[in-house]
């Protein structure tokens, strides 16, 4: 390499360093493997350079790289088995978390966006109000009924209608983004 493509590679690795790595952080919860798919990603635009390959959207190409090598990592990694929780659907008809997630089977894009969601939803039930937070594991994950929670708790059944309402409310919107991440990417 000459060192006219050593100095634009080390720009380009200066000035894209930092959201790549947020990029990558925001997708995979190992900071180890977070810095390998890193180093991979610069690895490769070396290799790309010193081959001659040309690359006309520098930073867009590195993320692309950045998003494969990610699903690389999610190839190597089994998957969650979340077939023992349980939840109910508007009709009343009995689903299970496992139904509602992209199939492990499915390949590695959606082995990696189960896993996105799964570690989403963890950070948004976390975000909660306690007493919404509560009806809503009990309920949806549990499988618990509302009269069951109630006699527990002492708490109505309306009032906790209303709290698993506006939980349902946040959850949804908060997960609305990363769900159009992953289905846009």
């Not at 499915?106 to 975000?127: F, I, K, Q, T």
């Given at each position: 390499m000459t060192l006219e493509q050593d100095r634009r590679i080390s720009e380009v690795v200066d000035s894209e360093r930092s959201r790549l790595r947020s990029f990558i952080r925001r997708r995979v919860p190992d900071p180890r493997d977070v810095e390998d798919v890193l180093q991979d990603v610069f690895q490769e635009l070396v290799e790309a350079n010193r081959l001659l390959m040309p690359i006309d959207h520098v930073a867009g190409w590195l993320f692309r790289v950045a998003r494969n090598r990610i699903i690389d990592l999610f190839r190597k990694k089994r998957p969650a088995n979340f077939s023992d929780f349980a939840g109910s659907g508007e009709d009343g008809e009995?689903?299970?978390?496992?139904?509602?997630?992209?199939?492990?089977?499915?390949?590695?894009?959606?082995?990696?966006?189960?896993?996105?969601?799964?570690?989403?939803?963890?950070?948004?039930?976390?975000?909660?109000?306690?007493?919404?937070?509560?009806?809503?594991v009990a309920h949806e994950i549990d499988g618990r009924s509302f009269k069951?929670?109630?006699?527990?708790?002492?708490?109505?059944?309306?009032?906790?209608?209303?709290?698993?309402?506006?939980?349902?409310?946040?959850?949804r919107e908060r997960l609305r983004a990363v769900y159009e991440d992953i289905t846009n990417a």
């Open positions: 009995q689903l299970r978390l496992e139904d509602l997630l992209p199939s492990p089977d499915a390949g590695p894009e959606a082995l990696y966006s189960r896993r996105v969601l799964l570690e989403e939803l963890a950070l948004a039930l976390d975000e909660l109000p306690e007493d919404q937070r509560s009806v809503f069951e929670i109630s006699e527990e708790t002492g708490v109505g059944v309306n009032t906790l209608l209303s709290r698993k309402r506006y939980a349902v409310l946040r959850l």
